[in-house]
T-cell receptor, first 109, second 118 residues
Framework: AQRVTQPEKLLSVFKGAPVELKCNYSYSGSPELFWYVQYSRQRLQLLLRHISRESIKGFTADLNKGETSFHLKKPFAQEEDSAMYYCALNAGGGNKLTFGTGTQLKVEL | GAVVSQHPSWVICKSGTSVKIECRSLDFQATTMFWYRQFPKQSLMLMAT?????????EQGVEKDKFLINHASLTLSTLTVTSAHPEDSSFYIC??????????????FGEGSRLTVL
């Protein structure tokens, strides 16, 4: 069975500091991985997906199959980055996502 | 952007009653919608996949007779919690998969519905 692990429930960084939100997955096949973000009092929304290999709002994430990781990174945190971040795995297609438990990112001034 | 709307956003009901939650895709068609459940400080757990015009597919451990899902049109799926009990209190979230054009395959989430059963 597939599993997504986000080891940190809360990550607190200062504005301008680098950010890395960890995500590890367990899946025997070829995974499709996503990062979703939920800002305060807003709905869950897609931040980025590994197949796009793009940078959104300064965030990037690289799929490392050897380490089964998909860590989310940003070189310089901004106050508006404060939110809940979920890593999700789409195993076998069909958009049936398995979510991690989420990491609350708090960017302090 | 594509919008998915859930209604009601919160509901309080007495134990033993049934509650219906609606999930609508407002500006796109969605042949497939998903229902999730989220307990406080926990992750979203997929409950079922709702397919327009056919029976829903439930995840292991989810009682289909307890959580009735109907996907009668390309823009509406409903989740009915039957004979609700306090342990059914939770945050229920739906997502809809775009079925055409540039939205094909992308998931859009509703704002969630908080159910409290007294």
């Amino acid at each position: 069975a597939q599993r997504v692990t986000q080891p940190e429930k809360l990550l607190s960084v200062f504005k301008g500091a680098p950010v890395e939100l960890k995500c590890n997955y367990s899946y025997s096949g070829s995974p499709e991985l996503f990062w979703y973000v939920q800002y305060s009092r807003q709905r869950l929304q897609l931040l980025l997906r590994h197949i796009s290999r793009e940078s959104i709002k300064g965030f990037t994430a690289d799929l490392n199959k050897g380490e089964t990781s998909f860590h989310l990174k940003k070189p310089f945190a901004q106050e508006e980055d404060s939110a809940m971040y979920y890593c999700a795995l789409n195993a076998g297609g069909g958009n049936k996502l398995t979510f991690g438990t989420g990491t609350q990112l708090k960017v302090e001034l | 952007g594509a919008v998915v709307s859930q209604h009601p956003s919160w509901v309080i009901c007495k134990s033993g009653t049934s509650v219906k939650i609606e999930c609508r895709s407002l500006d796109f068609q969605a042949t497939t919608m998903f229902w999730y459940r989220q307990f406080p400080k926990q992750s979203l757990m997929l409950m079922a996949t709702s397919n327009e015009g056919s029976k829903a597919t439930y995840e292991q451990g989810v009682e289909k007779d307890k959580f009735l899902i109907n996907h009668a049109s390309l823009t509406l799926s409903t989740l009915t919690v039957t004979s609700a009990h306090p342990e059914d209190s939770s945050f229920y979230i739906c997502s809809a998969r775009g079925s055409e054009g540039h939205r094909f395959g992308e998931l859009f989430f509703g704002e969630g519905s908080r159910l409290t059963v007294l």
